[in-house]
């Protein structure tokens, strides 16, 4: 593999206090040099990042790649293309997949599929429960050993969704025994926080906009009561749990309330609901259906605040891409769920930067950083020795989404049409480059020779 320079960008990590422009060297797979103007060796790759921004690659903690089972709606190399292509050089996918991934084999075919597609990682989530049916504690130890890096509850399993008795975690008992049992193997148990009893049935978010639509509404309140027992049960087991999504004011409060006792929670929000309200589903459109639903304008503005000071600590994109005709159905009936890889970037910079709330390096931290902090994830960092895992993107690009040129499967995006703010350049794994966007890669060789001709 020949070495590469990125030349010229801002070098952006916030883990090592770097704002610079310089040039960014990457051999062996590792971060060989950084400096003002690196001489290198003769024959590197050179990419041109003047104007852009070269930061450690995102990491998404949370994203559904449909494989095995659902082969036709994603599949491991689609969904590690589509994150590459979204400035994404590591993804951790759940494991609501048919058979559930809730054993050492079902794992280590997940770590083989994400090695042949050679584009963006993808680290295995393991289930909580066998078969995700909440009753007995799947085999944590085997499944790290096999390579998962968490737990999770996440996700209908596939072959019930149509039965609708997917369910995460219940019972307070099993959770407990998760957390105390995944503390064994420092991994986090990653929790979809839904009272289903208060939940069922339900579509959109419970408020006005339901009782107009004359659709059931899910209350703030499935969630929080989730939320509140999940911290307890941390302070009480002494492990880490993660809480998926979160989208409530209700439930950042709480967070911050478990964070000031010192309780080992973290959690994550999503593009989505840090852009979109439930106004979005006044035309019923499904593609503005998900779960945990799009909540008000207040709740909007809770975890924009809360994702400035730190309160959720990283974005993630709950990527669950979904089949066309499946979301053609009516709006309760429909599947939940839209794809974000390939928008999350764009949606972050659009609704976060560019509103004042975070900086490109606030943002860098929550989309990289502390993804691979908080996961014990390679990544993350720019320093010298680190994997070679670097997003190039361009803070200024306009663009408009266009689902149709997604490399994922899926198409199902609310922000179709929409103008956003921010693109992914090129994104570099180990080293190598898995994606790239119009930016050209000179060889070093080759301007010498120029040089020497001309
Ligand atoms: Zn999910």
Known sequence: MKPVLLSGGTLLDPSQNLNEVGDLLLADGEIAARGGAIEGPDDADVIDCDGLIVSPGFIDVHCHLREPGREDVETIATGARAAAAGGFTAVCAMPNTDPVTDNQASVGFIVRQAQRAAAARVYPIGA???????????????????????????????????????????????????????????????????????????????????????????????????????????????????????????????????????????????????????????????????????????????????????????????????????????????????????????????????????????????????????????????KRGAAADVTVFDPKARWKVDPSRFLSKGRNSPYNGMILVGRTACTIVAGSVVYRSGIPVRSREGEQMNRARG
């Open 128 to 382: 909580i429960s066998v078969g995700q049916e909440g009753k007995v504690l799947a085999e944590f130890g085997e499944m790290v050993g096999a390579g998962a890096v968490a737990v999770s509850d996440d996700g209908k399993p596939v072959a019930s969704a149509q039965l609708d008795d997917g369910k995460p975690v219940a019972s307070a008992q099993l959770m407990r025994t998760a957390l105390e049992y995944a503390r064994t193997f420092k991994i986090p148990v990653i929790d979809h926080c839904e009272e289903p009893t208060l939940s069922d049935g339900g579509s959109m978010n419970e408020g006005i906009v339901s009782a107009q639509l004359g659709l059931k509404g899910i209350p703030a309140e499935a969630e929080e009561i989730m939320v509140i027992r999940d911290i307890l049960l941390a302070r009480l087991s002494g492990g880490h749990v993660h809480l998926a999504h979160v989208s409530t004011k209700g439930s950042v409060e709480l967070i911050r309330w478990g964070k000031e006792r010192g309780i080992n929670v973290t959690a994550e929000a999503c593009p989505h609901h840090l852009s979109l309200t439930e106004e979005s589903v006044r035309d019923y459109d499904t593609n503005a259906k998900m779960n945990p639903p799009l909540r008000t304008a207040k709740d909007v503005e809770a975890l924009r605040e809360a994702v400035k000071d730190g309160t959720i600590d990283l974005i993630a994109t709950d990527h669950a891409p979904h089949h066309y005709d499946e979301k053609e159905r009516e709006f309760a009936d429909a599947p939940n769920g839209i794809v974000g890889l390939e928008t999350a970037l764009a949606v972050a910079v659009t609704n976060l930067v560019e509103e004042g709330y975070l900086t490109f390096s606030d943002l860098v931290d929550r989309m990289a950083c502390s993804p691979a902090r908080l996961f014990k994830l390679p990544g993350g960092s720019l």
